[in-house]
């Protein structure tokens, strides 16, 4: 380029002192003709070199200012591909060096941000960072659903609009205002909330934020509840048996073992309350069993009027001394299920016999099954008194009885457990005076690979 600029330096200085010659007219007439052909070639040369000028240093820099403007436009692939090894060439070189090194950080700080953006949407826990104002900078799915958001709209809302709980609200301005962690638990009761809050400050570059932790303990909340009325239905069911084989005990030794005839009777009262006792023990240690996976299952595949007309045969006795029909009603060509049938007539014989303690003397109960998909669903329907719809969704649980019933509360829970095991669903339909239909699903044997034949597990 320094070259170009001397040349045209030169040529400058001979096209200039031409035109002063003739314009003074010290050139003679006969040689005039020569000095304007030397300042045309000069003029040409002119051009040439601004040409050359233009492509050598004028478009590279026009070219190299485009590329800065895409960079700083945020067009981290924008490049100069530059040839030699001028001033202009080396410039660019180092250009696209830096254009690499900041895009790299770029994709760094994507992949950093989708990672952070995953875990965020992955936790169970609540997150939430306020800034100084008191706006919501930030919040994870998890935070959205505790406080029953839409995690779009709270972004950027002051922290009360979004939480309404004046709980929370006290924790974060506590937290901004001391600039120290903050934790309490807070249980909200209107939403079922039960959480343990955690409100730590820090600074970003010199701004002030807070971030609030929520650890949902709701879950915790519930099981600790159902643990203590476990221990009191236990503890309820246990004492009545217990209370009345210490009052024979007693009567016996206060002088009723002297007349043969009334010791018999207490006897026999205390035989019936261990039978209790000792059928209790037994349900909770099988429900304990089904509860950790731990129930031996033989499977194989049988067909549903066997285990049918096997439950209606061992119910059948109670069902006639209650005055009660009871029936079977099958489709033709119903397909075989995969079970242990041992399990499923116990859940049969749960279900019919708790249609017949709910069912008055003339009523009627049936059993019946038909095919669904892959599964079979059977049905034991009766037209007993039926269930409170308030009742209906608490059937299932471990010792709930309706106002009605009598025994352990444990069959409906065993059976629940026993068709679970079996990858099958049980529920319940009624109508209060009406009557009650019990469902439930088992698995086709028809639908099942050669692998899954009849073992234990």
Request: hydrophobic fraction near 45%; include cysteine.
């Amino acid at each position: 380029m320094s070259r170009l600029l001397g040349w045209g330096a030169v040529l400058s200085a001979l096209l200039t002192l031409a035109v002063t010659l003739v314009a003074a007219q010290r050139v003679p007439a006969s040689s005039r003709g020569a000095v304007w052909v030397v300042g045309g070639v000069a003029v040409v040369l002119l051009l040439l070199l601004a040409y050359g000028l233009y492509a050598r240093v004028i478009r590279p820099l026009q070219e190299l200012t485009d590329v800065t403007r895409r960079l700083a436009a945020g067009d981290s692939r924008a490049r100069y591909l530059a040839s030699g090894d001028d001033a202009i060439a080396r410039l660019a070189r180092r250009l696209n060096a830096m254009a690499q090194q900041s895009q790299a950080m770029v994709a760094n700080l994507r992949r950093e941000r989708a990672r952070l953006a995953s875990v965020l949407a992955r936790m169970s826990d609540g997150v939430l960072i306020t800034n100084a104002r008191g706006q919501v900078d930030l919040l994870n799915p998890a935070a959205a659903r505790l406080l029953q958001t839409d995690l779009r709209s709270a972004t950027g809302q002051p922290f009360p609009q979004v939480v309404q709980a004046h709980q929370l609200i006290t924790l974060e301005e506590a937290c901004r205002a001391s600039g120290h962690e903050q934790n309490e638990i807070i249980e909200i009761p209107s939403w079922g909330l039960f959480v343990h809050a955690t409100a730590l400050p820090f600074t970003d570059e010199g701004a002030a934020y807070c971030l609030i932790l929520l650890q949902d303990l709701s879950r915790i909340r519930r099981l600790e509840a159902v643990r203590r009325d476990f221990v009191s239905n236990v503890s309820h069911e246990l004492r009545t048996p217990l209370a009345g084989l210490k009052a024979l005990v007693d009567t016996l030794q206060t002088g009723a073992w002297d007349d043969s005839e009334a010791a018999q009777h207490f006897l026999q009262r205390m035989e019936e309350e261990l039978d209790d006792l000792i059928a209790l023990v037994e349900s909770l240690l099988e429900l304990s069993r089904l509860e950790a996976g731990k129930a031996a299952m033989r499977l194989e595949r049988v067909l549903p009027e066997a285990l049918l007309r096997a439950s209606v045969a061992r119910s059948q006795p109670q069902a006639q001394q209650a005055g009660l029909q009871l029936e079977v009603r099958l489709p033709e060509d119903l397909p075989p299920v995969l079970a242990d049938p041992q399990h499923i007539r116990r859940v049969l014989f749960n279900l019919v016999h708790n249609a017949i303690k709910f069912t008055p003397r003339g009523g009627k109960i049936t059993l019946t099954a038909f095919p669904q998909g892959e599964e079979v669903v059977f049905v034991v329907r009766d037209t007993g008194v039926g269930i409170a719809p308030e009742e209906l969704p608490r059937i299932f649980e471990r010792f709930y009885k309706s106002r009605r019933s009598q025994g352990s509360g444990l069959g409906l829970a065993i059976a629940k457990h026993l068709v679970q095991a079996h990858g099958g669903r049980l529920w319940a339909e009624s109508v209060e005076g009406q009557g009650s239909a019990f469902y439930f699903t088992l698995p086709q044997g028809e639908t099942v690979a050669a692998s899954a034949a009849p073992t234990d597990r």
